[in-house]
């Protein structure tokens, strides 16, 4: 059975930086395309990053602020957030892109506030 194990989140500023680490166990890692996902009060989940054999996508709100990384020998993926706003306030998860997801694990809160 897959774990996911979401960290890194927290309360930071407008303009603000922050490091998001997802690890999994359970699974063969690095053969999975993965993604960083978020969900913010009385939203739907949405597809914010995603990384496959090198190859990096971002949602239009979010490009050109995070980047997401991955390494396979420590079976986790990060995502790096740059001038963070108060729409970026969400939980942040992590999974494969690929239906079905596995379960998900129990996030991380990333909250922009002055």
């Known amino acids: 059975q897959v774990q996911l194990v979401e960290s890194g989140g927290g309360l930071v500023q407008p303009g603000g930086s922050l490091i998001l680490s997802c690890s999994a166990s359970?699974?063969?890692?690095?053969?999975?395309?993965m993604g960083w996902y978020r969900q913010a009060p009385g939203k739907q989940r949405e597809l914010v990053a995603t990384?496959?054999?090198?190859?990096?996508n971002y949602a239009d709100s979010v490009k050109g602020r995070f980047t997401i990384s991955r390494d396979n020998a420590k079976n986790t993926v990060y995502l790096q957030m740059n001038s963070l706003k108060p729409d970026d306030t969400a939980v942040y998860y992590c999974?494969?892109?690929?239906?079905?997801?596995w379960g998900w694990g129990q996030g991380t809160q990333v909250t922009v506030s002055s």
């Open positions: 359970g699974t063969i890692f690095s053969i999975y395309a």
């Open positions: 990384i496959s054999g090198g190859k990096t």
């Open positions: 999974n494969k892109i690929n239906i079905p997801p």
